[in-house]
Nanobody, 117 residues
Framework: QVQLVESGGGLVQPGGSLRLSCAAS??????????MGWYRQAPGKQRELVAR???????NYADSVRGRFTISRDTAKNAVYLQMNALKPEDAAVYYC?????????WGQGTQVTVSS
């Protein structure tokens, strides 16, 4: 089992920045193939992929955040981060951390991001 704990959400004005963190309860960056990413879900909408990094180091982003958000990982800390810049009201959502390795799929509890003036 892997527990994922997100932090860093909050209220920010449009144009502002936030950095989300996701800490895993144990070592997750091994030699196996995996993907770790951030998803978000706004009220009344489906959960959507925001950004993801694979074991090979490849990253992919939703079109709506590309150029503004950056995903990174710290293998020593078993953590993944999401730097969010130039935030827009439409970025407001609950952000979830996800870790996937083969059939195993883990989710954090989510952290709320509110973008409002």
């Amino acid at each position: 089992q892997v527990q994922l704990v997100e932090s860093g959400g909050g209220l920010v004005q449009p144009g502002g920045s936030l950095r989300l963190s996701c800490a895993a309860s144990r070592s997750i960056f091994g030699i196996d193939t995996y993907a770790m990413g951030w998803y978000r879900q706004a009220p009344g909408k489906q959960r959507e992929l925001v950004a993801r990094v694979t074991s090979g180091g490849s990253t992919n982003y939703a079109d709506s955040v590309r150029g503004r958000f950056t995903i990174s990982r710290d293998t020593a800390k078993n953590a993944v981060y999401l730097q969010m810049n130039a935030l827009k009201p439409e970025d407001a959502a609950v952000y979830y951390c996800n870790y996937n390795r083969g059939p195993a799929d883990y989710w954090g509890q989510g952290t709320q991001v509110t973008v409002s003036s």
